[in-house]
Nanobody, 117 residues
Framework: QVQLVESGGGLVQPGGSLRLSCAAS????????MGWYRQAPGKQRELVAT???????NYADSVKGRFTISRDNGKNTVYLQMNSLEPDDTAVYYC???????????WGQGTQVTVSS
């Protein structure tokens, strides 16, 4: 059974930082592209950042220079370090695991991030 469990969300003031974690089980983690997506109220889910099995990263323009995605294959965990947070970053953040060869696509349950003073 595949599980992606996010943690690290919460309430933070503008300009603050948070680190999200996503622990994966039930998959061969090292061969999956891992990603973070977010969905704000009334909006569609959007890409935040991805990291390939080889470590190549991709970011949405809105978070470039502020967020950093990383992975630890030994711990089956992907991270999202979020700095200089803004109110527009408020959303539910979802972890994604994708394997293109077999089109396997898995999602976590999401973790709420609220940026407010």
């Amino acid at each position: 059974q595949v599980q992606l469990v996010e943690s690290g969300g919460g309430l933070v003031q503008p300009g603050g930082s948070l680190r999200l974690s996503c622990a994966a089980s039930g998959i061969i983690f090292s061969i999956y592209r891992m990603g973070w997506y977010r969905q704000a109220p009334g909006k569609q889910r959007e890409l935040v950042a991805t990291i390939t099995s080889g470590g190549s990263t991709n970011y949405a323009d809105s978070v470039k220079g502020r967020f950093t995605i990383s992975r630890d294959n030994g711990k089956n965990t992907v991270y999202l370090q979020m700095n200089s947070l803004e109110p527009d970053d408020t959303a539910v953040y979802y972890c994604n695991a994708y394997q293109s060869a077999w089109r396997y696509d898995y999602w976590g349950q999401g973790t709420q991030v609220t940026v407010s003073s």
